[in-house]
């Protein structure tokens, strides 16, 4: 059965606190930190919002909307962008390059990622990330470039004066009791993450085809009581990925938290070896269903992620193979803007864990 796909926005009304779902106790020198919202986060606001849960939902993306009615999505800088030790002010990208060692990438993966400096971070518009997937950004004849030429987004220079799309906001809280009767003594500080103005979450939907619909709001995101505004919006894609993979050479960016199957390592498509990676460090994520039998407590589990922004570098046998799995071959789609790694009906493919973005290499 064919499938349609819109486009959800969730405007947060206040600031947002995601908890990883570590255990955390109150107490007089205790802070509680901030998560950047998952995949699961928007899943559970996308059910709400349209009152039944979408066969796919993949995001979430920042986003701001402008007043000329246009949306920009910033995605997490890759990880093989780094700043020059010397000059910060200076990008340069890891290079794969043989290594006689031996490495954990498995057979038939000789090649280590290969350079100095500190990771760029920040946020890279989708403009800007499309010609990173292209190879355009940094290539052979500009082997660095200046921070300032690559049109970023929100590159955190200093976090207090350049905080990102989602700015840190310090509050103290008060311990409670399960029925939020508060205990004394019990003072902690929580860091919210308050979105800067304009900036929105957004989550692509697939839907059926017959889907009768619409997206009503406004719906409970990032805490306790907490709201977000809803509204379906277009003009919002997925960067675009190349035309082409010479010599078999595909690249994949990591665009929302992924937890293979396999631990860090990405699961190596047919016909393909997996050459080299640049993986964060990796993201706490807690999944529960409070609609499920036993609720949030018989459901609740605590996995450990491949962080947005990592890389992993595949060769396949022919430019051919690399272009059916990546794009299509026209009958089949490819993998490109969709949650990869896991089952087709798996929950953490479907709520969005593991959505990637293809490109090339050299």
């Known amino acids: 059965m064919s499938s349609t796909r819109r486009w959800l926005a969730l405007t947060p009304r206040d600031a947002l ?25 928007v899943g559970g606001a996308a059910l709400s919002a349209y009152g039944q849960e979408p066969e796919e939902i993949r995001g979430p993306v920042l986003a701001r909307w402008h007043r000329g009615g246009w949306w ?20 340069t990208r890891l290079r794969p390059a043989p290594s006689g060692g031996i490495t954990d990438l498995g057979d038939g993966s000789p090649l280590l990622m290969i350079g100095e400096g500190d ?53 103290i809280g008060l311990g409670r009791t399960p029925h939020r009767v508060a205990q004394e003594g019990l003072l902690y500080q929580a860091t919210f993450l308050r979105p800067v103005d304009g900036v929105a979450l957004l989550a692509e939907c697939v839907l059926p085809a017959t ?38 050479r595909v690249l994949v960016y990591v665009a929302t938290p992924a937890i293979w199957p396999d631990g860090w390592r990405i699961t190596v498509p047919p016909r393909a070896r997996l050459m080299a990676a640049a993986v964060g460090p990796p993201e706490p994520i807690a999944t529960g269903s409070p609609r499920s039998a ?16 990592s890389v992993y570098l595949l060769q396949f046998d022919s430019a051919d193979a690399a272009a059916d799995w990546a794009v299509g071959d026209g009958e089949r789609p490819g993998v490109h803007g969709t949650a990869y790694g896991r089952p087709h009906h798996d929950r953490l493919r479907t709520a969005g864990f593991g959505v990637i973005l293809t490109g090339v290499w050299s």
């Open 72 to 91: 920009t999505s910033y995605f997490p800088a890759p990880a093989d962008l780094v700043r020059l030790p010397d000059d910060p002010g200076l990008v």
């Open 119 to 171: 990771p760029l971070n920040g946020w890279l518009t989708s403009e800007t990330l499309g010609g990173y997937l292209r190879g355009e950004l940094i290539d052979s004849d500009h082997l660095h470039r200046r921070v300032d030429e690559l049109d970023l987004a929100f590159v955190r220079d200093d976090p207090d004066l350049d905080p990102g799309p989602l700015a840190r906001e310090p509050r």
């Open 294 to 309: 036993g609720g949030v407590r018989a459901t609740r589990a605590l996995r450990w992620a491949v962080p947005p922004g």
């Open 211 to 248: 889907w009768q619909r619409t997206a009503t709001g406004p719906v409970t995101l990032g805490g306790r009581g907490r709201l977000a505004d809803v509204a379906e919006v277009d003009g919002v894609s997925w960067p675009e990925p190349p035309k082409g993979f010479p010599a078999g």
């Open 17 to 41: 606190l995601v908890r990883d779902g570590r255990q955390f106790d109150a107490g007089p020198d205790a802070s509680a930190e901030p998560a950047f919202p998952r995949p699961s986060t």
